[in-house]
């Protein structure tokens, strides 16, 4: 090949070598945007014409073990606090109002939650390795009134089935008669890193600094969080046929749907923006009755298809 022949064949190959480069970076350009254009579909809460805990709820505790005075009072402050105007804002019961938008859709009665009575069996009379078969004998003897709902927690040295390995908690109901009952474990000394997050590292992911617990008990104030979410998902899906998203073998429900979201801004590992108690450093996001802060978690809103956050 002559010089002017190579001069001109290595004008071509280093113009076709230009030209590739120009369609990868076309391409790649291509692929970014239409992977930032992508948007998977919105979840949506769709109601299966079933019954909801509405109008006056009676709900009944049963202390399982061994409760301080203190640890009850946490509990029973929250369910009293999501009576409407109670707190200072941000409050539970402002919590409680995203609820109150499935039961309006479902053109049901607002949900009053009322705190009916309180039954302590600290000697644990069924021992302290329960079966869930356990959980709902100790719900019938709870007593809520009609349609009330139960709520079983166990202290923290009563093992329950599946607790720790595959629930914090659960709510069922007892067909004779068809009344609903939550039941949630006091994780503290069982598994604090998975039923008490982000009041305690978690046992697995991000190993973030825990957050100070409002109440200064990690176990109860985690105990809040579990209570929230399934007192949720109880009020607006109790017998199974309510309010649900996905498939009925697996559904998520009005809490479980937002697990892990507290504030905005969330993401695994971080509960997102929460408000700071000056004097305790605890972190919170609802006030409640007697000067009461809880952390709560985010719900689902029916009306925007997004987890909602109060804080």
Not at 7 to 27: D, I, R
Not at 147 to 171: A, I, Q
Request: proline share 6%.
């Amino acid at each position: 090949m002559s010089e002017m022949g190579f001069s001109e064949f290595a004008k071509k190959v280093t113009l076709l070598f230009l030209l590739v480069q120009l369609s990868l970076v076309n391409m790649c350009f291509g692929a970014r945007k239409l992977n930032s254009l992508y948007k998977p579909p919105p979840m949506s809460a769709t109601y299966h014409n079933g019954a909801l805990l509405e109008g006056d709820l009676p709900v009944s505790i049963l202390w399982y073990g061994k409760f301080s005075p203190a640890q009850k009072s946490i509990v029973s402050d929250f369910l009293l606090s999501l009576s409407p105007g109670k707190g200072q804002k941000p409050s539970v019961s402002q919590w409680w109002n995203t609820l109150q938008i499935y039961m309006k859709n479902a053109g049901k009665r607002e949900t009053r939650v009322v705190l009916a009575n309180q039954i302590s069996d600290k000697n644990c009379s069924l021992g302290k390795i329960l079966k869930k078969s356990h959980i709902s004998m100790l719900a019938g003897r709870a007593n809520s009134k009609l349609g009330g709902l139960n709520l079983v927690l166990t202290s923290n040295d009563v093992v329950v089935e599946g607790f720790c390995m595959s629930s914090c908690g659960f709510h069922a109901s007892n067909t004779m008669p068809k009344s609903a009952f939550i039941w949630v474990g006091n994780s503290v000394t069982q598994c604090p890193g998975q039923c008490a997050w982000p009041f305690h590292q978690p046992i697995y992911g991000p190993q973030t600094e825990p957050l100070g617990a409002p109440n200064g008990d990690v176990g109860l104030d985690g105990m809040i969080v579990n209570i929230a979410s399934l007192l949720a998902g109880t009020v607006t899906n109790p017998f199974g046929n309510g309010y649900y998203i996905g498939s009925d073998a697996a559904p998520l429900e009005a809490a479980s749907a937002c697990t892990g979201v507290y504030g905005k801004g969330a993401y695994p590992g971080y509960a997102g923006e929460l408000l700071l108690d000056s004097v305790t450093g605890a972190s919170y996001n609802a006030h409640g009755v007697s000067g009461r802060k809880y952390l709560l978690p985010a719900v689902f809103d029916p009306s925007t298809s997004q987890c909602a956050t109060i804080a």
